[in-house]
């Protein structure tokens, strides 16, 4: 019954958030050559994330699905007995150099758009109503780069391994709703100001109640209410509200 409350609830990743964004993630994480790309360990590990979207109920988009069908392809060019006939062994230098080139050309894209949204914060702290810039900014030390939807999935995953030893607890029956972890984490967020993903995961009881508050920490980063960054120190996920307290609803004012 308590396991409803995490497959009732679909989040859709943000429309900016694509395959592509998946792999660099990866080969950034693993400090991987982009140039030399290992073909066999980024399908596996990029097949381990999909299954681990799957499980956490994330609506999985096509183009997840054809990149994973394209990495398994190149992996099977691979296993072909020796020794690997021309014709194959073109197509996969093929396929390799146009993975490489998307991945490249996607990574300067990544890189623009997180420097307009950096002018983008300087220009609304200059110019833009105290009560609509964003609270409670990073402190400088805690900063390493805006986190994304992978980086917090790499977080949710670590915690789960590191609970796989416990015994769970059996508790009286509790229902959780994605709703009202979102509520509760904006109103954390209202007295508190920052929140750190591992602290409040440490909090939490069960399995399921685990993955409901991923699932409300991902929706409100959907609808733009939170902002996620990650800490140099500690790779932990800091979240941050996106406005002050009292911007949200305080429209009658300003006619």
């Known amino acids: 019954m308590e396991q409803e409350a995490g497959t009732e609830f679909k989040v859709r990743l943000p429309a900016f958030e694509g395959p592509l964004d998946l792999l660099l993630h990866i080969i950034h994480t693993e400090q991987i050559d982009i140039y030399d790309i290992p073909i066999a360990s980024i399908t596996r590990q990029y097949l381990d994330y999909l299954n681990l979207m799957t499980e956490l109920n994330l609506d999985i988009a096509s183009e997840f699905l054809l990149m994973a069908a394209t990495l398994i392809y190149m992996k099977s060019k691979m296993l072909v007995p020796q020794p690997i006939p021309e014709i194959d062994k073109e197509e996969f230098y093929c396929l390799?150099?146009?993975?490489?080139?998307?991945?490249?050309?996607?990574?300067?894209?990544?890189?623009?758009?997180?420097?307009?949204?950096?002018?983008?914060?300087?220009?609304?702290?200059?110019?833009?109503?105290?009560?609509?810039?964003?609270?409670?900014?990073?402190?400088?030390?805690?900063?390493?780069l805006e986190a994304t939807v992978f980086d917090i999935v790499s977080a949710f995953y670590k915690v789960l391994e590191s609970r796989k030893e416990e015994k769970p607890l059996h508790l009286l029956p509790e229902r959780y709703t994605v709703e009202e972890k979102m509520e509760e984490i904006v109103e954390r967020l209202h007295q508190e100001e920052r929140l750190r993903f591992f602290n409040l995961a440490r909090e939490l009881q069960s399995r399921e109640e685990l993955i409901v508050t991923f699932l409300a920490l991902l929706e409100l980063v959907r609808q733009q209410l939170i902002l996620l960054y990650q800490t140099r120190k500690f790779r932990d996920i800091l979240i941050l509200p996106a406005m002050k307290k009292g911007a949200k609803g305080d429209g009658k004012g300003g006619a």
């Not at 150099?97 to 200059?126: M, V, W």
Request: glycine residues 0%.
């Open 96 to 144: 390799r150099t146009e993975l490489t080139t998307q991945l490249l050309e996607h990574q300067k894209f990544q890189q623009a758009a997180r420097l307009l949204r950096e002018k983008e914060k300087e220009h609304s702290t200059l110019w833009s109503r105290s009560e609509l810039t964003s609270a409670a900014p990073p402190r400088q030390e805690d900063v390493l």
